[in-house]
């Protein structure tokens, strides 16, 4: 497999980068495009964010006027991306990360936030390569099936259900 090169910025405040994130990231978006076969050099983009720029981001691409964990904007489509001509590496998109949600959900479903970082990495990187949840059914199974087995391949696996007890 051709490499791939993330990069990654902190353009918030609020949560401290634990050591080890920016590297769990760049083994997670390797680790998606080997589980895909997508055998050519590519760039991504990274960037930490927190709760307010998440949801603007979101209220002005999706018109969804409130937070989310994780936003994904592919830069191509079925399969065809635009080339670097600079680096000769296939373009895949932008994943923007709140870091303040990221914290939440992992404090919310008892695990590390690594986890939980690389968990939205490595859905959002499905988004880039095409994947769609939103439709629920088959996809969104499937999608969520190929996110345990990133997480299992880095030593992340879930030890616990996401289905919270009332």
Known sequence: MEGIKVYISNRQKEIKIPSGIRLLIRRTCHAVLEMEQFNKPAEVSVSFVNNRQIQQL??????????????????GENGVYDLNEETGA???????????????????????????????????????????????????????EKE???????GLERDRSYVLEE
């Open 148 to 154: 345990e087995l990133v997480m299992s391949k880095l």
């Open 58 to 75: 979101n209220a002005e691409y999706r018109n969804k006027d409130v937070p989310t964990d994780v936003l994904s904007f592919p830069l």
């Open 90 to 144: 296939y373009m895949l998109g932008d994943i923007v990360i709140s870091m303040e949600k990221a914290m939440e959900q992992a404090e919310l479903y008892g695990h590390s936030l690594r986890r939980e970082v690389g968990f939205l990495t490595a859905h959002s990187m499905l988004h880039l390569l095409g994947y769609d949840h939103e439709q629920e059914g088959l996809e969104a199974v499937r999608m969520r």
